[in-house]
Structure formats: C-alpha cells, structure tokens
C-alpha cells in the first residue's frame, strides 16, 4: 500500500506555545488529504479538508484559527496546533487521498500532550 | 444519508473463531466500502476493499460480504488470532479523481483470547 509519513509522532508542549504536525504522502500524489483527532477509545473525528494549492475546509465546531492547515505541495500537508492549551491534547491523524484513484491512507498519527 | 452504522461496538472471540463485524450505509452514490485495522498508538491501516460490483472479496483470512440490496456490507476475520486484537473501522466513498470525503464507522475493538 502507499505510504503517509507523519511527523512527529509524539510532541509535549506549554500551554500557549504552537506545535507544527507534517504529513507527507511519500510515493504518491495527493490532491487531497484529511485531518483527524481521535480521542481514547473512540472512532476518527474529521477536523478539516484540506487540498493543495487552496484554503482548507473546516468542519463545524473546529476552529480554524486555533488549527491551522497548509497543504502547499501534492505530497505535504502541515498541521499546526496555535497556542496549545491541555484540552488541545489528543491523537492527530492524517490522510492523505491517491489523486487518481481516490483510495485514502493514514499517516501513524502523532500523539499531543500540552502541559 | 452520510452515516455508516457499524456493530457491534466490542467483540471478544477466541483464537481460531470466526469475528464478523457489520456495517450499514445509506448513501447510494457510495461506491467504495474499505475496512481499516487500527492497534493502539497508530494510525489505521487499510485492510481490505470492494467495489459494489461483487459481493464478495477474499484476502487471506480477511472477508468482505457486500449486499447492495441492503446496503451492508461485513468483514469476516476466519481463524482469528491474538495479533487480530485492534479496532476495525468500516468506511464508504466514492473512487477516483475528487476530494469525496470518507465517512467512517463508530469502529469494533476485537479482542482474540488465546
């Protein structure tokens, strides 16, 4: 299958500083990729669409300013957590969707712990 | 229309059993139904997929029974073992070029007791 890279897996940070999370598709393009937070033994909540070369959809509820996604490239898209609190402590997991065939794989995930 | 109805919630099964996982969908327009195995800590892994054209896709010990009539579709893991332990989440799209968002299931935790 193809492979997302997503780094870091694991980040500790203060309250209020910004956290960056990438996501890179590593032998495939893709038009698309998908952000996901998962809490403790629950299924993947869509945070935001996000598509190369232009702005990223937000689903309801999700702040955008707080999360801010950039998808400057076929094979990269960041995910950056501003001024993290404790409540912005999750599992981040991103997707990213085969541009011609539209089959969706997950990058490892990358575990938040803001203290 | 965009749910994915997945059950049961939790599975236990012994080694060598047989884990069947259900889930129902509702949009018609979908026409891809993959299965993700997720262990703690890591990000899903694409497991197993069909297409609405056949009924039913065979990989290893891996099965998928689709019924477009009833819009169900199931994973059957045959000779379960301890290392299938992990939560399984069905999903539905639509294939090819498009930014089709994936709407997933609420997910099984397969426990396989040796």
């Known amino acids: 299958g193809a492979v997302v890279s997503q780094h870091p897996s694991r980040v500790i940070c203060k309250s209020g500083t910004s956290v960056k999370i990438e996501c890179r598709s590593l032998d495939f393009q893709a038009t698309t990729m998908f952000w996901y937070r998962q809490f403790p033994k629950k299924s993947l909540m869509l945070m935001a669409t996000s598509n190369e070369g232009s702005k990223a959809t937000y689903e309801q509820g999700v702040e955008k300013d707080k999360f801010l996604i950039n998808h400057a490239s076929l094979t990269l898209s960041t995910l950056t957590v501003t001024s993290a609190h404790p409540e912005d402590s999750s599992f981040y997991i991103c997707?990213?969707?085969?541009?011609?065939?539209?089959?969706?794989?997950f990058g490892e995930g990358s575990r938040l712990t803001v203290l | 229309q965009q749910q994915v109805k997945q059950s049961p919630q939790s599975l236990i099964v012994q080694k060598g059993g047989i884990s069947i996982i259900n889930c129902a969908y509702e949009?018609?327009?979908?026409?891809?139904f993959p299965w993700y195995q997720q262990f703690p800590g890591k990000g899903p892994a694409l497991l197993i997929a069909?297409?609405?054209?056949?009924s039913e896709k065979k990989e290893g010990r891996f099965t998928i029974s689709f019924n477009k009539s009833a819009k169900q579709f199931s994973l059957h893991i045959m000779d379960s073992q301890p290392g299938d332990s992990a939560t399984y989440f069905c999903?539905?799209?639509?294939?090819?070029?498009?930014?089709?968002?994936?709407?997933f299931g609420t997910g099984t935790r397969l426990k396989v007791l040796a």
């Open positions: 997707s990213a969707r085969v541009r011609n065939t539209g089959e969706l794989f």
């Open positions: 949009n018609t327009a979908f026409d891809y």
């Open positions: 999903a539905a799209s639509k294939l090819g070029p498009g930014t089709y968002k994936y709407i």
């Open positions: 069909i297409r609405p054209d056949v």
